[in-house]
């Protein structure tokens, strides 16, 4: 649609990709990006911009708790030079949702750095180091999702018999 000069239908076909596919989301904008194998790039990067421009409009109440897609806005709010915006982006989700990831901690961290706020990013880099120890060690139940640290020949949670497994996780 980009290279159609269709912008309605590229911004409907985004919203339709994100609703059912938001983990997906950095993979569509750096497919996007790929020119290679566009003849007008001019044109076609003026209406890829529309397109991210929209993105980061985007005010979903189905989005708003994906960690893909806030990651995605606020990559893209900084290759834009936008770091004040993507901090704050960041910071407000943070405060929100509790399920974060280390992707979202390491690009917190990263952000407070560019913001010149150096005593948070300090403050926030051991917290994500004390709780990487715990992370690597992990183990889970195949059958009900069940996480330790111990290792058990049968789940505690769900009772079923050698159902633990290993897993490295960073």
């Keep these: 649609y980009l290279i159609q000069n269709k912008i309605e239908d590229a911004n409907a076909l985004l919203n339709e990709l994100l609703k059912e596919h938001p983990m997906y989301t950095s993979f569509i904008f750096v497919s996007l990006d790929d020119t290679k194998n566009v003849k007008e790039k001019d044109n076609y990067l003026e209406r890829l911009q529309k397109l991210k421009s929209h993105f980061l409009e985007i005010n979903d109440d189905d989005l708003k708790d994906s960690p893909s897609v806030v ?8 290759s834009e030079g936008r770091s004040r915006e993507a901090f704050e982006l960041l ?6 949702f509790d399920n974060n990831s280390d992707v979202l901690k390491i690009e917190f961290i990263k952000l407070l750095i560019e ?3 150096h005593e948070k990013a300090l403050e926030e880099t051991q917290i994500l180091l004390s709780n990487l120890h715990s992370s690597l060690t992990r183990h889970f139940c195949s ?6 640290d111990e290792i058990f020949w049968r789940c505690p949670q769900c009772h079923k018999w050698e159902t633990i497994q290993f897993r490295w996780k960073v």
């Design 143 to 148: 059958q009900c999702g069940f996480n330790s």
């Design 115 to 117: 913001t010149g706020n």
């Design 91 to 96: 910071n407000d989700w943070l405060k929100e």
């Design 71 to 78: 990651l995605s806005q606020i990559r893209l709010l900084k």
